[in-house]
């Protein structure tokens, strides 16, 4: 089974900060790319946007441009997680974000999903004073 695991949602007031886990798999982790996405408020599920990706060895990441400077992400071997830390949030960031894992033949990394995608079941983000 294919179990991707996020936590550290939460409410935050505007210019806050959060750090989002995802936990991979063992025998994932050195196959998937793996990527956040957000689904904002009265957004369907195909209407997800994704916010950053990393590749299985760090060597390609890439950021949607409206969090680019803000968000930072990155892997931790030791525990198999991947981390997005948030910083100078703004309302437009609330939603529902997910974790999501694609196999990769090489480093790369893409912010297209695909129907072969695993996703996790999701973090609540809110951003409100």
């Known amino acids: 089974q294919f179990l991707l695991v996020e936590s550290g949602g939460g409410l935050v007031h505007p210019g806050g900060s959060l750090r989002l886990s995802c936990a991979v798999p063992?025998?994932?982790?050195?196959?998937?790319?793996i990527s956040w996405h957000r689904q904002a408020p009265g957004k369907e599920r195909g209407e997800r946007e994704a916010?950053?990706?990393?590749?299985?060895?760090?060597?390609?990441?890439t950021y949607t441009d409206s969090v680019k400077g803000r968000f930072a992400i990155s892997r931790n071997a030791a525990d198999r997680t991947v981390y997005l830390l948030m910083d100078n949030l703004k309302p437009e960031d609330t939603g529902v974000y997910y974790c999501?894992?694609?196999?990769?033949?090489?480093?790369?990394?893409?912010?297209?999903?695909?129907?072969?995608?695993?996703w996790g079941q999701g973090t609540q983000v809110t951003v409100s004073s």
């Open positions: 999501a894992a694609d196999r990769r033949f090489d480093r790369s990394c893409s912010l297209e999903s695909t129907p072969s995608t695993f």
């Open positions: 063992d025998f994932a982790w050195n196959y998937y790319a």
């Open positions: 916010v950053a990706c990393i590749g299985n060895n760090e060597e390609e990441i």
